[in-house]
């Protein structure tokens, strides 16, 4: 009864290719995030998503694009992948985000390696 | 620069000693405060959060952190360790409309716990 659930877990891919992460939460929450770690661990967020409004960090590359079919899901593509892209990527799901309070559940991370 | 401090990076400790992780933050206004844990190989779960009231925090296994407003801090603390706490400790604020509507991380404690 996973809460937050990612695939792939690894993802190992050639420059210059697009690839996809899926995303499904069956938390009934409103809100959806994406977040990436870099090899230092540190943990940057990328989206924000619910039905109304996407907010995205303005660091983040046009190459990286979310994409919602509906409430439960934020699927991350990325295009003409780069070898900087290589991070865990994880996703995160919260009730709402109004108020800042709501605590954020987290996937398992997906490990994307760029050759 | 609005920012989270951690400061840090690395803490090794023996079993049953003390710990204390330092954080800082520099959002103005209301903010929500945060710690996360990440074991090795696992998915962020939730220690403990601080949004209102007492600012004395419990979290699960025992871990405590105290939000005050005039250092702009929020410490993260246990009176004795074990093992099984080796992981890397994140404080994390959401500042609702000032950080995007996203926890903003900072930069991850790694602890060590020796035998």
């Known amino acids: 009864d996973t809460a937050v659930s990612q695939t792939p877990k690894y993802l190992v891919t050639q420059m210059g290719n697009d690839k996809s992460i899926k995303c499904e939460q069956n938390l009934g929450h409103d809100t959806m995030y994406w977040y990436k770690q870099d090899s230092k661990k540190f943990l940057k967020i990328m989206f924000s998503?619910?039905?109304?409004?996407?907010?995205i960090n303005e660091t983040v590359p046009n190459r990286f694009s979310p994409k919602s079919p509906d409430k439960a899901h934020l699927n991350l593509h990325i295009n003409s992948l780069e070898l900087g892209d290589s991070a865990v990527y994880f996703c995160?799901?919260?009730?709402?985000?109004?108020?800042?309070?709501?605590?954020?559940?987290f996937g398992p991370g997906t490990r994307l390696l760029v050759l | 620069a609005q920012s989270v401090s951690q400061h840090n990076h690395h803490v090794i400790l023996s079993e049953a000693a003390s710990l204390e992780l330092g954080c800082n933050y520099s959002y103005g206004g209301t903010v929500n405060l945060f710690w996360y844990v990440q074991y090795p190989g696992q998915h962020l779960q939730l220690l403990l959060k601080y949004f209102s009231g007492d600012p004395l925090v419990k979290g699960i296994k025992g871990f405590e952190a105290e939000f005050i407003k005039s250092k702009f801090s929020f410490n993260l603390r246990k009176p004795s360790v074990q093992w099984s706490d080796t992981a890397e400790y994140f404080c994390a604020v959401n500042a609702g409309s000032n950080s995007g509507y996203a926890l903003n991380f900072g930069k991850g404690t790694s602890l060590l716990v020796t035998p």
């Open positions: 995160a799901s919260s009730q709402d985000r109004l108020a800042g309070v709501e605590t954020q559940y």
């Open positions: 998503y619910n039905n109304k409004e996407l907010i």
